[in-house]
């Protein structure tokens, strides 16, 4: 897929062009896209290489951002920017493409929308309602109610996708928004993309003839715009590559690329984006073949040895399994789970019936009980930490960290007396404190084995199940050496360290294996001893995240659809040990996986290496650090080293297969800093002086900045622009609010040789920096307004600018006052320092803050409010226009030095955030001391929440008058304010109560 460019370009014409992405983005558009895309779960392109690898970049972003490096500006900002949506498939044309491929309008919808004089050269109708006749239809003209008019209508059968295209398009035209229209869509990336690009290489051509470009897809334009900028196809670097998506994405639109990462297992799932997701059709079909074959071999050795089926032919689809303890008070042996339901839409629970004999439990499985059952099933005999059974009307309960035996050292350690696991253990020993009970299997009938609707039921085992558990078990026993030498099962032990103290402290097990059932050992062992392919490697992960006794029975809620399943290990970042686990049989394994498929140009070299070992230049880096990461990938990512470790295939033989925890970059302190700033050095030393990095951040507060500025300013780059992306995540781990912004910063190589600058003389220069900045912004807002209805940027994204303007001043300088900047970069923090980065970046925010005058509001009055006041005024604006995302709120309130924004926040779910409105506030909620309160604008709403109460205005402007010293010269910005409450405000009430009370104060004569 090389692209073959034949026009004469001249090599290098746009060495010191500044690339697009320093002056326009859409970053409003891209957001979205990015959302869109991460909403697709499964749906995403590389997920199913490996859904256990968490935080993967949204691919339309990087496909943005590569476009944006390399894209240069001509003097047209508005029409750079509208090429650069075209490219994006973001502009009115590709949207009605992308919802065309999408089949996303009916033909109803289009007859609704449209004007139309000759419906029915598209249009077939068929009559739904009795005495419509052919003659009323034929004068039937869109826009048209079908329902109404009694009929229905389908497209004809000749019309072609080009002909319904033009339909489409105006059909979308009539919806409100970019959001509204793009999620019809499908996403760029899963339309025809020679059809979906057609209308755009001759407009591109066009565009950039000066440049004499003429490309016909994006390896061509990527290529030629890289010969013009570095001379040659741009070579596209990521250091920390992570699950791929970076260099995958840029490798699918033509650079050439070269992926690293300190961790094996993200190295191979960047190899297997580029060379499963992104091979061949051909290289596909072998590919699977060689699924097919694996699978079929480990299938026929399972039913040779006869473990998974029963004596009728019927196969085990799951295991159900639970750890068992004794109670110290009766002497019992008690089965744990949280829960003993099986299914809640079959009604199906696991019994505990007493053996007094035997001081212990049958688990009979029962299915079709009465609600009640199973509501009374769900209460576990683990409750809240304590393990909870009833015996003979009386019911016991014991802290689980009584039977473990916790206790605490003399010097504040913990422990207890659970048994650490030797290297030859498979199985709990008899004396162990939990033993491990298989409780349930979960039985496919043998004549829907392959059918694609399979009957099954759940049966506790049956003696001859037993027998076959035994059996396993022997085999394990006698092999489980030979299989730790030969790597076909890890013999690795378990690190501890922040995850992987947890199966150790909650188990005793100390070794990878022991997270494993005997019956997942034999069939990985003989899965294993078959995978010699790299591709195929991939595929052992994808089961291993499916194996395990760290893998859960999912209950699907009664009214939900489908059926109750075997979840996967990571379906969160950590190591949780479970009371009750599933296994799933290797039959229900999906060994033969059906990848996408998105043919990749690939010179590509894949690297296992710390970032800061760089040895191969590249022309641009994108980067997307550890930085404070919730995911210990070195940690977590050792379950799937452990097997694989030993013997790995051509080429994941030449890596390093070992988490290296201590060359990981984490957390936040010195270390980190200094891993970063050599990492970023090296990426520096490793690209030409016209090299672009972008590095891409959660955006948290002016800390983050801080400490990531100084990095990579003393790495020897200078920033040039910043970008905020809305992506949104509402993490499992941090529920409550917690919303993610990225920041996308652009940077460039530092000018050589030394330059000192003063902060004193910095200030001036910073903030006519971000003046022009912001002004340039809202320029091209205005422009764009007029043509499209909705601008290009929003507040977030002037705001970002306008923080970026002030970095850019002054990551110019290599010394500020005495000091040098990596001694800045390293230098120990005291606590609530406040660096120069920090001033800047304040100075920029409230520069940016006074030019971001909400409409309708004069640059006067806003002049005079304090940040909480802007803020409120700011956002009830935003509100007006649909927004609703928290992330907005977090931000603002970080730019208006808001202290508690939550305390005026009516809601605050991510996507669902707003105000409190006036009549919401209690009167303790506005009292002097609260921030609001204290405020022109508290004193408001006081005045307003009295009105509804029909006080009378000339009582409240005296109560005013009297409480306010600066009554007079604040009355133009009350005035004002009160305006635009009555404007802006959600609630009738509050408007018409503004309303009244802004007459009263406007008309109000001296002396009254
Ligand atoms: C946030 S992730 C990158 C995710 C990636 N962009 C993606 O889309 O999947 C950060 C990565 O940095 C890697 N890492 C941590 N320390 C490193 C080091 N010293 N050198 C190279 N990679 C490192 C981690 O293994 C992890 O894969």
């Given at each position: 897929m090389h692209a073959k460019t034949k026009t004469t370009l001249t090599p290098l014409a746009l060495k010191d062009a500044p690339a697009l992405i320093e002056t326009v983005f859409p970053a409003q558009k891209v957001s979205f896209e990015a959302q869109k895309e991460r909403k697709a779960n499964l749906g995403q392109t590389l997920t199913g290489l490996g859904s256990y690898w968490k935080g993967r970049k949204p691919l339309i972003l990087v496909r943005a951002i590569v476009l944006g490096c390399l894209l240069p500006p001509t003097d047209d900002a508005q029409a750079d920017l509208a090429l650069f949506e075209k490219l994006m498939a973001f502009d009115e044309e590709g949207l009605a493409r992308r919802s065309l491929a999408a089949n996303a309008l009916s033909p109803a919808e289009i007859a609704a929308n449209i004007d139309l004089d000759n419906p029915w050269d598209y249009f077939k109708a068929t009559v739904r309602r009795l005495g419509v006749t052919g003659g009323d239809i034929r004068w039937m003209r869109f826009p048209l109610d079908v329902d109404a008019a009694g009929i229905s209508i389908r497209w004809r059968r000749h019309i072609t996708d080009d002909e319904k295209f033009v339909l489409y398009r105006r059909a979308l035209a009539t919806l409100p928004s970019y959001e509204a229209k793009a999620s019809i869509a499908k996403r760029p990336e899963e339309v025809d993309q020679d059809w979906l690009y057609a209308p755009v290489w001759p407009q591109v051509n066009r565009h950039y003839a000066h440049l004499g470009l003429d490309a016909h897809s994006f390896p061509e334009l990527v290529e030629q715009l890289g010969i013009l900028r570095y001379g040659r196809r741009p070579r596209v670097g990521d250091t920390f590559c992570g699950g791929g998506s970076i260099p995958f994405e840029a490798a699918r639109i033509g650079c050439d690329v070269y992926a690293s990462d300190l961790n094996p297992v993200a190295c191979m799932l960047t190899w297997g984006a580029l060379n499963i997701i992104g091979s061949s059709p051909e290289r596909r079909t072998e590919i699977e073949k060689g699924q097919e074959r694996v699978a079929k071999a480990v299938d026929a050795e399972i039913t040779k040895l006869g473990i998974e089926h029963d004596k009728q032919g019927n196969r085990a689809k799951s295991y159900l399994y639970c750890l068992e303890t004794r109670c110290p008070e009766t002497?019992?042996?008690?089965?744990?789970?949280?829960?003993?339901?099986?299914?809640?839409?079959?009604?199906?629970?696991?019994?505990?019936?007493?053996?007094?004999?035997?001081?212990?439990?049958?688990?009979?499985?029962?299915?079709?009980?009465?609600?009640?059952?199973?509501?009374?099933?769900?209460?576990?005999?683990?409750?809240?930490?304590?393990?909870?059974?009833?015996?003979?009307?009386?019911?016991?309960?014991?802290?689980?960290?009584?039977?473990?035996?916790?206790?605490?050292?003399?010097?504040?350690?913990?422990?207890?007396?659970?048994?650490?696991?030797?290297?030859?253990?498979?199985?709990?020993?008899?004396?162990?404190?939990?033993?491990?009970?298989?409780?349930?299997?979960?039985?496919?009938?043998?004549?829907?084995?392959?059918?694609?609707?399979?009957?099954?039921?759940?049966?506790?085992?049956?003696?001859?199940?037993?027998?076959?558990?035994?059996?396993?078990?022997?085999?394990?026993?006698?092999?489980?050496?030979?299989?730790?030498?030969?790597?076909?099962?890890?013999?690795?032990?378990?690190?501890?360290?922040?995850?992987?103290?947890?199966?150790?402290?909650?188990?005793?097990?100390?070794?990878?294996?022991?997270?494993?059932?005997?019956?997942?050992?034999?069939?990985?062992?003989?899965?294993?001893?078959?995978?010699?392919?790299?591709?195929?490697?991939?595929?052992?992960?994808?089961?291993?995240?499916?194996?395990?006794?760290?893998?859960?029975?999912?209950?699907?809620?009664?009214?939900?659809?489908?059926?109750?399943?075997?979840?996967?290990?990571?379906?969160?970042?950590?190591?949780?040990?479970?009371?009750?686990?599933?296994?799933?049989?290797?039959?229900?394994?999906?060994?033969?996986?059906?990848?996408?498929?998105?043919?990749?140009?690939?010179?590509?070299?894949?690297?296992?290496?710390?970032?800061?070992?760089?040895?191969?230049?590249?022309?641009?880096?994108?980067?997307?650090?550890?930085?404070?990461?919730?995911?210990?990938?070195?940690?977590?990512?050792?379950?799937?080293?452990?097997?694989?470790?030993?013997?790995?295939?051509?080429?994941?033989?030449?890596?390093?297969?070992?988490?290296?925890?201590?060359?990981?970059?984490?957390?936040?302190?010195?270390?980190?800093?200094?891993?970063?700033?050599?990492?970023?050095?090296?990426?520096?030393?490793?690209?030409?002086?016209?090299?672009?990095?972008?590095?891409?951040?959660?955006?948290?507060?002016?800390?983050?900045?801080?400490?990531?500025?100084?990095?990579?300013?003393?790495?020897?780059?200078?920033?040039?622009?910043?970008?905020?992306?809305?992506?949104?995540?509402?993490?499992?781990?941090?529920?409550?609010?917690?919303?993610?912004?990225?920041?996308?910063?652009?940077?460039?190589?530092?000018?050589?040789?030394?330059?000192?600058?003063?902060?004193?003389?910095?200030?001036?220069?910073?903030?006519?920096?971000?003046?022009?900045?912001?002004?340039?912004?809202?320029?091209?807002?205005?422009?764009?307004?007029?043509?499209?209805?909705?601008?290009?940027?929003?507040?977030?994204?002037?705001?970002?600018?306008?923080?970026?303007?002030?970095?850019?001043?002054?990551?110019?300088?290599?010394?500020?006052?005495?000091?040098?900047?990596?001694?800045?970069?390293?230098?120990?923090?005291?606590?609530?320092?406040?660096?120069?980065?920090?001033?800047?970046?304040?100075?920029?925010?409230?520069?940016?803050?006074?030019?971001?005058?909400?409409?309708?509001?004069?640059?006067?009055?806003?002049?005079?409010?304090?940040?909480?006041?802007?803020?409120?005024?700011?956002?009830?604006?935003?509100?007006?226009?649909?927004?609703?995302?928290?992330?907005?709120?977090?931000?603002?309130?970080?730019?208006?030095?808001?202290?508690?924004?939550?305390?005026?926040?009516?809601?605050?779910?991510?996507?669902?955030?707003?105000?409190?409105?006036?009549?919401?506030?209690?009167?303790?909620?506005?009292?002097?001391?609260?921030?609001i309160g204290a405020t022109n604008l508290g004193r408001l709403f006081i005045t307003l929440q009295q009105l509804y109460k029909d006080t009378e205005p000339q009582v409240i402007v005296e109560q005013m008058r009297n409480e306010m010293p600066d009554f007079l010269e604040a009355r133009s910005v009350l005035v004002d304010m009160l305006a635009f409450i009555e404007k802006k405000s959600h609630e009738p009430e509050t408007r018409s109560a503004a309303e009244v009370l802004g007459a009263r104060l406007k008309n109000l004569r001296f002396g009254e």
């Open positions: 002497g019992w042996m008690i089965p744990l789970s949280p829960s003993w339901v099986i299914s809640k839409g079959r009604n199906i629970i696991a019994r505990l019936k007493p053996d007094h004999r035997n001081k212990r439990f049958e688990v009979e499985i029962v299915s079709g009980v009465s609600d009640k059952e199973v509501a009374a099933a769900d209460q576990g005999t683990v409750q809240e930490g304590d393990m909870v059974y009833t015996l003979d009307g009386k019911t016991y309960r014991t802290p689980i960290k009584t039977l473990r035996g916790d206790y605490r050292n003399t010097d504040g350690s913990t422990g207890n007396r659970l048994r650490r696991w030797e290297k030859s253990d498979f199985k709990p020993r008899p004396e162990d404190i939990f033993q491990e009970r298989l409780y349930a299997i979960h039985w496919i009938t043998k004549a829907t084995l392959n059918k694609s609707r399979q009957e099954t039921w759940f049966a506790a085992p049956t003696d001859a199940d037993w027998e076959c558990e035994r059996r396993v078990e022997k085999l394990v026993a006698e092999n489980l050496s030979r299989w730790h030498d030969e790597g076909l099962v890890p013999d690795m032990a378990i690190e501890p360290g922040y995850n992987t103290d947890q199966p150790i402290r909650e188990r005793g097990w100390t070794h990878w294996h022991h997270m494993f059932s005997p019956r997942d050992l034999l069939k990985l062992a003989l899965l294993r001893k078959h995978i010699s392919e790299p591709e195929l490697v991939l595929e052992l992960c994808g089961t291993l995240d499916f194996c395990s006794k760290l893998s859960r029975w999912i209950v699907r809620f009664s009214s939900g659809g489908g059926s109750d399943f075997t979840s996967n290990v990571f379906s969160n970042q950590a190591l949780n040990t479970l009371y009750n686990w599933a296994n799933r049989s290797f039959f229900d394994h999906d060994f033969v996986q059906n990848y996408k498929n998105a043919p990749v140009h690939i010179n590509a070299s894949v690297v296992c290496a710390p970032s800061s070992e760089l040895t191969q230049a590249q022309d641009i880096f994108i980067t997307d650090p550890p930085y404070a990461d919730a995911v210990n990938y070195e940690e977590i990512t050792e379950f799937f080293i452990a097997w694989l470790r030993k013997n790995p295939p051509k080429p994941f033989d030449d890596w390093v297969w070992d988490s290296r925890r201590a060359l990981a970059i984490k957390g936040s302190d010195e270390d980190f800093r200094r891993g970063m700033v050599a990492a970023y050095k090296a990426m520096a030393d490793h690209m030409p002086d016209n090299g672009m990095q972008c590095v891409m951040f959660t955006h948290q507060n002016t800390s983050v900045w801080s400490d990531l500025i100084g990095i990579f300013w003393a790495a020897g780059l200078q920033v040039v622009a910043a970008w905020y992306i809305a992506t949104e995540t509402t993490s499992e781990l941090k529920k409550g609010g917690y919303v993610q912004g990225t920041v996308i910063l652009m940077l460039k190589k530092r000018a050589a040789g030394e330059r000192t600058g003063f902060k004193q003389r910095l200030l001036p220069a910073v903030r006519q920096e971000v003046v022009r900045q912001i002004e340039s912004m809202l320029h091209l807002n205005d422009t764009v307004t007029v043509h499209h209805g909705e601008p290009v940027f929003n507040d977030s994204d002037l705001q970002m600018a306008g923080y970026a303007a002030a970095l850019k001043v002054l990551t110019a300088y290599t010394h500020i006052g005495g000091e040098d900047v990596t001694s800045f970069a390293l230098r120990p923090r005291a606590r609530g320092e406040v660096t120069v980065v920090d001033e800047m970046v304040q100075q920029a925010a409230e520069t940016a803050s006074n030019l971001l005058v909400p409409e309708g509001l004069s640059a006067d009055t806003w002049a005079k409010l304090t940040g909480i006041e802007r803020f409120m005024l700011r956002m009830l604006d935003m509100e007006t226009t649909g927004s609703s995302k928290l992330d907005n709120y977090q931000n603002f309130a970080k730019a208006f030095h808001v202290e508690d924004y939550a305390r005026v926040m009516g809601d605050m779910r991510p996507n669902q955030a707003r105000l409190k409105r006036v009549s919401e506030y209690a009167s303790r909620d506005l009292t002097d001391s609260t921030e």
